[in-house]
Nanobody
Framework: QVQLVESGGGLVQPGGSLRLSCAAS????????MGWYRQAPGKEREWVTT???????NYADPVKGRFTIARDNAKNTMYLQMDSLKPEDTAVYYC?????????WGQGTQVTVSS
């Protein structure tokens, strides 16, 4: 069993930055891969980025070059640094991780990009 808790969401102006955190209830050495999804109002949940235990990362095209995923295995925490935010980045952001055969999800954190 794993619990994932996101934090760091909020309201930011276009062009601004936010850093999301995802804290795990157990060592993330055993949670692999980890990643972020988002769901905008009226849309389906979409994949944003994934990172492996070794630090290899992949990004969806809409966020490539603006978002950076990282994991701190010592702190059992994963991060999503979001720069140059756009209104279309507005969504609930969910962290996820695979532990054993199952995928676990956090409860989500709201990110709103608006002037």
């Amino acid at each position: 069993q794993v619990q994932l808790v996101e934090s760091g969401g909020g309201l930011v102006q276009p062009g601004g930055s936010l850093r999301l955190s995802c804290a795990a209830s157990r060592s993330i050495f055993f949670i692999n891969p980890m990643g972020w999804y988002r769901q905008a109002p009226g849309k389906e949940r979409e994949w944003v980025t994934t990172i492996t235990l070794g630090g290899s990362a992949n990004y969806a095209d809409p966020v490539k070059g603006r978002f950076t995923i990282a994991r701190d295995n010592a702190k059992n925490t994963m991060y999503l640094q979001m720069d140059s935010l756009k209104p279309e980045d507005t969504a609930v952001y969910y962290c996820t991780g695979r532990y054993g055969p199952r995928d676990y999800w956090g409860q989500g954190t709201q990110v709103t990009v608006s002037s």
